[in-house]
């Protein structure tokens, strides 16, 4: 890590009998941290935490969330400004590197890229294994975790030229692995990537090309793909990414990480809500049913929840959400295609958002509430969804994952816990219980 933070007036605490006082670390901005790494050694006592709320796991300059104020930076660049002029292949320039590459840094980034998007012929036998109704996130978990199989020559991760060659792998393999879970599920062949296409439009065509014709992406639709990719690139400490960076904190390789990160992404409080969203918006089905689904979403002895609603770290608008939904209008237009569970969706923000029980806890739509309206306009099944989350947020597990490693305070990640169980006692013979 470049500078460490600086240390200002020290919190005291006290504790046992014990007076202890520790740092308080400032970053850029955002809240100030307390720094109780010595607690446990000076006091003999944990800090309870479960879930994180209170808690920074990591030093990292690559995202802010100021959630109250729903803003969201990339190496300090607003996530608006990201999605409406940049691209993907820049913004994971970015995200890796720093700084928004000069033209030619771009082009060769994005050639780089272009030369890793095949996969090892024989990861096509892997998918025959799985049965044509796999879940694609059951696929992408497999085939990722695979890829440290294939890929030996780039798991060292004390080399940071194996690091490079990795992140560089993932990111561009990621597509093809994507599609080809795709078009097993549909049981058409898998299409090679084709490198003279831009990363996004190769992607689209190996998932909606069959080789027996020409494909072209309509050009409205590879701008929204590629924008979806931008809003999902890298979003700070979120579960997967700590579960990318805890498993690679005991030095496991970068495809074994990934794919632990693929699973925790997976579960419908996470990345798994934009499928999650876009099926309950069909089960509202129309505008008048909605009151009745709102009343379900306040009922404590009801689970249902609004999916695509709320946030751990937003306690505001999702500054994704409004580039989403402005992009699902965008979509339809190109396409000429008109979805009234859109107006469903529409209606049902609008009455959650007059609603005190929403208000109250501050529940505004996020990422996947709109997201799933256009990815469904494009032509992609629901199943897919979570998996076009995990290939556009793998640049961010990835950068991630790098920080993690050259960050000298790195150490491996082991929680500890408040032990409720019963305390020591003899083993009982089974004769005798
Ligand atoms: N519908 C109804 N009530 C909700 C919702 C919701 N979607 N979200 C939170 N609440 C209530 C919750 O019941 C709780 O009420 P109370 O204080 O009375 O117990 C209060 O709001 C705070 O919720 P929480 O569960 O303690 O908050 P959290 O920070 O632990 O959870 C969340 C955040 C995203 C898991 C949650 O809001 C949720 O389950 N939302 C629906 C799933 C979803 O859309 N997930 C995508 C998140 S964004 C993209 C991503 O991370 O991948």
Redesign the pocket.
């Given at each position: 890590m470049a500078d460490s933070p600086a240390h200002a007036v020290n919190a005291k605490l006290e504790i046992n009998g014990t007076s202890v006082s520790y740092p308080i670390m400032k970053g850029s901005t955002g809240p100030d941290v307390v720094d109780i790494r010595k607690l446990f050694a000076d006091t003999g006592a944990f800090t309870y935490d479960p879930?994180y709320k209170s808690t920074a796991s990591c030093e990292s300059a690559l995202t802010y969330i100021d959630g109250d104020e729903g803003i969201l930076l990339h190496r300090g660049y607003p996530i608006g400004q990201l999605a409406e002029h940049s691209s993907f292949m820049e913004v994971c320039y970015l995200l890796l590197n720093g700084e928004l590459p000069k033209q030619a840094e771009l082009e060769e980034f994005s050639y780089t890229i272009s030369r890793h998007t095949m996969l090892h012929e024989q990861l096509a036998t892997f998918y025959r294994g799985f049965r044509r109704d796999a879940h694609p996130m059951a696929i992408m978990c497999g085939v990722v975790g695979a890829l440290s199989a294939f890929y030996h020559d780039s798991t060292d991760i004390s080399d940071p030229e194996h690091r490079k060659i990795s992140s560089h792998r993932l990111i561009a393999k990621m597509p093809t692995i994507a599609a080809m879970a795709y078009k097993y599920s549909v049981g058409q062949p898998f299409l090679y990537p084709k490198n003279d296409l831009s990363y996004t439009a190769n992607f689209m065509r190996m998932t909606f090309g069959v080789p027996a014709e020409d494909y072209e992406v309509h050009p409205a639709v590879e701008k929204a793909m590629d924008r979806i990719f931008i809003l999902h690139a890298d979003?700070e400490q979120?579960?997967s990414t700590s579960t990318v960076r805890l498993a690679g904190s005991s030095g496991a390789n970068p495809f074994a990480c990934i794919a632990a990160g693929i699973a925790c992404?997976w579960g419908?409080?996470?990345?798994g809500?934009n499928e999650?969203?876009l099926n309950m918006l069909h089960e509202i089905g129309t505008p008048d049913r909605i009151k009745h689904y709102i009343e379900r979403?306040?009922d404590?002895n009801d689970p249902f929840?609004?999916?695509?609603?709320?946030?751990?770290v937003y306690k505001n608008y999702?500054p994704r959400a409004t580039v989403m939904q402005k992009t699902v209008r965008e979509v339809f237009d190109a396409l000429q295609v008109k979805d009234p569970v859109f107006e469903t969706a529409l209606q049902l923000e609008e009455i959650a958002l007059s609603d005190d029980y929403f208000r109250e806890?501050k529940?505004f739509p996020?990422?996947?509430f709109y997201s799933g309206i256009i990815l469904s306009a494009i032509g992609f099944p629901t199943t897919m969804f979570t998996a076009l989350?995990a290939l556009a947020r793998t640049v961010g597990w990835v950068a991630q994952w790098n920080e993690m490693i050259s960050d000298p305070a790195q150490v491996i990640g082991r929680p500890r816990q408040l032990y409720t169980g019963p305390t020591e006692r003899d083993y009982v013979p089974v004769e005798e219980r």
């Open positions: 879930g979003h979120n579960a992404l419908p409080a996470h990345g809500a999650a969203a979403a306040k404590k929840r609004l999916m695509g609603f709320g946030h751990r999702d806890k529940l996020n990422v996947d989350f």
